[in-house]
């Protein structure tokens, strides 16, 4: 019978024998380090703001989740359950606790800890898996659903944990089909209005690139241009081969324009010979936008992250294009407006650090729902 | 004395009880303990017996042999299957008496099935285990009657050997450290008091969860349901803490002078307020922990086609001065998803909100919750700015956690209540009328039940989950939702 993979207990702590057991073990290492902490004079809090439960279909996800969570731990302390769901496995589900702690400050003044789980499903454990998450979770705290992978819209596990969720959070640089897999975020979106919250992090990335691209237009004399969009380029990374495909960001940066500035689509997504999408879309008076979703190979980006945008529109007979891009050290965007060939303007900023864990870190602290992504995602379905 | 000395409760709870309180020193000297049940045994297979009941329910492990050796020596057995039993017991109990010293001082201890209360007090009377010389008190466990007038008539034969200042009714939850705490609480800090009304509490939610399923109870179960086993004694208690009085003194008389008078204004659920205030349910099969259990029905003992409450959901009022207008919540079950035993004030929210609704998103009322298992502990909610630019607004909880603040294991309720009993000490106990009054709220809504006009029978319920829907309808009805116990 297969076992499926072995459970690293170093990592993810001893198993324990059922929700009690477990409890159990988490108060005795707490009273445990809580005793040690007194010996070193330094006061211990146990410390939550939420539940976070991870669900992952393979072990170097969860790992790499719950690493990602223990450097989150001192910003938003939590029990996390990891729900590692291995389907090729059979038999129960077994649950491994493990419990972190870390100084945050160098000098140790304090310590913060956090509870990580394991909840592992062995075999298709489906109808079950809620049933060993409900009585893991902190009372009275929200409850975040960080889904690794496409959502599996209708199945019984995300239907169930689903329920639970205040807020739920997804990767689409994981889609594999963006043009498949948005629209199920959509749906899943329209779901969740009033009930729970919708965190796509790949949303998250676009913020610096969405407020450079508000910038532009704070500046009155180039408002004009807003209403004479001619064209939009948006590039984003490949790898060197161009095999991985991932142009999710670009879209949901178009999909956010177009439902900004009221634009209509005129035909469905087309892929380019190039690799990537080239498209029609109207403006609200009714003129034709030509875009572009072109991969790029770049050293240093994550495959899908935008790595420039571009921006053509005439208004008052002149010329503009605006235009960001990401310099070789991906540290930094660059800005540049051009009036009928002639640069005007160009600023240099440093770009946020993409890490996972800030990504996550910034949604953990939203509740309510983002009405601006639910749009461009809206938008983006009306074109695919 | 232990009636029903070999049963379930005396092995799992009562001698293992007695043992921890001989471990912490806390019995007298001359102390036995004498068991009697209608089944033959010899002291040595009934010490046996209680040796390994005690091996593995004791909450200190491992056992104490030297302790334990000695705590055997004062452990005897009668069987009392005929009236030539009691004789001997009463033989027993005077040589006990001779040989100690004790002054014939008796604690009987009621553990059998309630069935049998009725010979057993008979007996006492009878063959007159009294004695002459000491005091004489009867512990009876719950449930005390099945109804009201049952209630009653226990009451009356009871009092046909014991006054009712010797009669010790016991409810174990009395005797766990965070109820009793929630008086020391309430009533020992200046704080908590004056917010504790009906002009600063939106509402209180009561929530009695269980994981286990009927179990090998059926027998009892089928006739109980989860009013009669939980919300007439343990549920009810927890309510008469949380909103009574203070007490003119933490005495006996005055703490339940109290507890009455709050159950007094428990406004009575009946007729067509049934279907509005009172919901039952029954669980079906589903997963506990991620392992498939069957459905009530599908229980051995159980009838297929049993109507039997395995779940209530009530909305009480306290018709008096404090609590007007403010309801109750209550919900008990069995196999929902956690064990779980909390009390939950609800404050009203704060009278003007100056930010806006974005930065409110994650704000939910103040609860101020009290949790009585497992994780004994008090936890305060309040919303907190989340630190990032800008006003974010979240509901952060302030936790006192028992076990990390006093790292002690606090003592098994049996403990205490035994303690007290000994000691005398009836505050824990619950009085006649107490009972009389829980039986007269409950009745009405039992008997609802079972008339013909309410022909639907319990909702049902997948085990593993909160309930049946039309429980959360009772609460969403008053824009109102149960908290994610």
């Known amino acids: ?384 | 004395m232990i009636f029903g000395g070999s049963g379930d409760l005396a092995q799992r709870k009562l001698i293992p009880a007695l043992y921890n309180l001989a471990l912490q020193r806390l019995l007298p000297a001359t102390f036995s303990i004498v068991g009697t049940a209608r089944k033959p045994l010899s002291h040595e297979e009934y010490r046996e017996e209680l040796h390994k009941a005690v091996a593995q329910y004791s909450r200190t492990r491992p056992l104490n042999e030297e302790v334990w050796r000695s705590f055997a020596e004062h452990l005897h057995f009668v069987t009392t299957s005929d009236d030539a039993g009691y004789e001997e017991l009463r033989r027993t109990l005077e040589q006990l008496d001779f040989a100690l010293g004790t002054h014939a001082n008796r604690l009987f201890y009621l553990a059998t099935p309630p069935p049998a209360y009725k010979a057993i007090v008979e007996a006492i009377g009878e063959h007159r285990l009294r004695g002459d010389t000491g005091w004489a008190r009867i512990v009876v466990e719950k449930p005390f009657g099945h109804d009201r007038a049952s209630a009653l008539e226990l009451n009356e034969i009871v009092h046909t050997v014991f006054r009712e200042d010797e009669v010790f009714r016991i409810d174990h939850y009395l005797g766990k450290e965070t109820v009793q705490n929630i008086l020391v609480m309430r009533f020992s800090n200046g704080i908590f008091e004056p917010i504790w009304n009906r002009q600063y509490v939106d509402h209180v939610q009561i929530t009695v969860a269980e994981t286990i399923g009927v179990g090998e109870r059926a027998g009892y179960y089928e006739q109980a349901g989860a009013m009669r086993d939980i919300v007439q004694n343990h549920l009810l208690q927890l309510l008469a803490l949380v909103s009574m009085e203070p007490p003119a003194a933490f005495d006996d008389k005055a703490v339940r002078d109290e507890k009455v008078k709050v159950m007094r204004a428990l406004r009575r659920i009946a007729g067509e307020d049934l279907s509005m205030n009172a919901v039952r349910g029954q669980y079906t099969r589903g997963f506990i922990e991620g392992t498939p259990v069957p459905g009530y029905r599908e229980e051995p003992g159980v009838a297929t086609d049993s109507r039997t409450d395995t779940y209530v959901a009530l909305k009480l009022w306290v018709d008096n001065w404090r609590w007007e207008g403010i309801p109750f919540y209550v919900r008990t079950g069995k196999r929902l998803p956690k064990q779980s035993t909390e009390i939950a004030i609800q404050f009203r929210a704060a009278p003007h909100q100056l930010f806006s609704r974005d930065a409110l998103a994650g704000l939910e009322p103040n609860a101020l919750v009290l949790r009585i298992q497992p994780d004994e502990g008090i936890s305060l909610r309040f919303g907190a700015k989340v630190p990032v630019q800008g006003i974010r607004i979240r509901a952060v909880n302030m936790d006192f956690d028992y076990g990390a603040s006093f790292m002690v294991d606090a003592p098994d309720a049996y403990e205490t209540l035994i303690l007290d009993a000994l000691r005398g000490d009836a505050t824990l106990f619950t009085r006649h009328d107490e009972v009389d009054q829980q039986w007269a709220f409950v009745d009405p809504i039992i008997k609802g039940w079972a008339s013909s006009d309410s022909a639907e029978g319990p909702a049902l319920y997948e085990a593993g989950t909160w309930g049946p829907t039309e429980a959360d309808a009772l609460i969403e009805r008053d824009g109102r939702k149960w908290r994610k116990a």
């Open chain 1, 1 to 384: 019978m297969a076992e499926g993979v072995a459970i690293d207990t170093t990592f993810w702590g001893t198993r324990q024998g059922g929700v009690a057991a477990l409890e159990r073990e988490l108060t005795r290492l707490r009273r445990a380090q809580s005793a040690h902490a007194r010996e070193l004079g330094r006061p211990i809090a146990r410390a939550s703001v939420l539940n976070l439960i991870v669900y992952a279909d393979r072990e170097e996800h969860a790992r790499r989740a719950a690493r990602s969570i223990a450097d989150l731990a001192l910003r938003h302390p939590s029990r996390a359950i990891v729900v590692l769901a291995d389907r090729s496995a059979r038999d129960g589900t077994e649950k491994r606790i493990e419990m972190h702690c870390r100084l945050p400050i160098a000098d140790g003044a304090r310590l913060v800890c956090y509870e990580q789980i394991l909840v592992r499903a062995r075999g298709d454990a489906d109808d079950r898996l809620a049933s060993a998450v409900i009585p893991l979770l902190v009372p009275d705290l929200p409850v975040f659903l960080w889904w690794t992978g496409t959502p599996p819209l209708g199945s019984r596990s995300f239907g169930d944990l689903l329920r639970l969720t205040d807020r739920l959070v997804v990767d689409s640089a994981d889609f594999a089909r963006p043009e498949l897999t948005l629209p199920v975020i959509a749906r899943i979106s329209d779901e969740a209005r009033g009930r729970f919250g919708l965190t796509d992090l790949n949303w998250t990335r676009l913020t610096p690139w969405r407020e450079i691209a508000t910038a532009f237009f704070d500046v009155p004399a180039w408002r004009l241009f807003l209403d004479g969009v001619t064209g939009v380029s948006v590039g984003f990374a490949v790898d060197m081969d161009g095999r991985d495909i991932h142009p999710s960001q670009a879209l949901l940066f178009v999909g956010w324009l177009a439902s900004r500035l009221g634009w209509r689509p005129l035909e469905a997504l087309a892929p380019s010979e190039a690799g990537g999408l080239l498209f029609a879309i109207a403006r609200p008076d009714g003129a034709r936008i030509m875009v572009r979703v072109r991969p790029r190979f770049e050293r240093g980006l994550d495959e899908g992250d935008v790595s420039g945008i571009r921006i053509k529109a005439t208004a008052a007979r002149q010329l503009a294009e605006f235009a960001v891009k990401r310099q070789p050290d991906p540290r930094h965007q660059t800005a540049t407006v051009l009036l009928d060939g002639e640069r005007r303007w160009e600023r240099t900023m440093p770009l946020p650090s993409p890490a996972i864990v800030e990504l996550i870190g910034e949604e953990l602290s939203i509740l309510g729902s983002d009405r601006t992504y639910e749009a461009a995602l809206g938008a983006l379905v009306e074109l695919a």
